[in-house]
């Protein structure tokens, strides 16, 4: 099975990659394919609402700008989704707004793209405003159709400076819990792919 992990955050080696890293390990000791990729510090543009995803239908948004559309060949083709953000004044960073919206509706172009994957959220905070951010990140998975796994708290992680979040223990267990139960819930849809239910006619597919 494939996850892809997707770094928001523009600072290479900071707090988001350090937590997704942590996730990652699970999976991989349960012989998942994984990968990390970095959205962050590149220069993406939001959804414009133009809706050529509708009329074009190719999993792609017209927006030409590579870092998005080759995040977006990734989601589709993985079982699972962990997308991680820094908090930014209590949201998520500019990248991963962008990615959330465009993926969301290029899922919905092509009659529910992101249906039936498991999608989690990993945020990294310096004091306040991170369960926002985990929230925005939950908001696209639960309308999408997708399954969105507990653990044994918010995926939440404390730091400022880079790898501070390293002395936050309570989030490297949760990290690990977190990447233990996506390879649990993983294995056990692959067991009964038949089971997820098609949702009613028109909610995935309907034109704007």
Not at 7 to 30: F, H, I, Q, Y
Not at 38 to 47: A, E, F, Q, S, T
Not at 56 to 71: F, G, L, P, W
Request: proline share 4%; hydrophobic share 40%; glycine share 10%.
């Amino acid at each position: 099975m494939k996850v892809i992990a997707i770094n928001g955050s523009p600072r290479t080696g900071g707090n988001t990659e350090v937590m997704l890293k942590k996730v990652l390990k699970p999976l991989e000791a349960a012989g998942w394919n994984t990968e990390q990729y970095k959205i962050g510090g590149n220069l993406v543009r939001g959804c414009m609402a133009c809706f050529k995803c509708f009329e074009m239908k190719n999993k792609q948004c017209v927006i030409n700008d590579d870092k998005i559309n080759e995040a977006l060949e990734k989601i589709y083709d993985a079982d699972a989704i962990i997308l991680g953000s820094p908090t930014y004044f209590a949201d998520v960073s500019t990248e991963m707004k962008a990615l959330l919206d465009r993926s969301g509706m290029v899922s919905i172009a092509n009659g529910g793209l992101l249906k039936g994957k498991i999608g989690a959220a990993v945020v990294a905070v310096r004091r306040g405003g991170g369960t926002n951010v985990f929230d925005t990140i939950n908001h696209m998975f639960l309308m999408s159709s997708m399954i969105v796994p507990g653990s044994i708290y918010w995926n939440l992680g404390v730091g400022l400076e880079k790898e501070d979040v390293l002395k936050d223990d309570e989030a490297m267990r949760n990290m690990t819990h977190l990447g233990q139960t996506i390879a649990w819930l993983g294995k056990a849809l692959a067991s009964n792919p038949d089971a997820f239910p098609e949702p009613p006619v028109g909610c995935v597919d309907a034109s704007p």
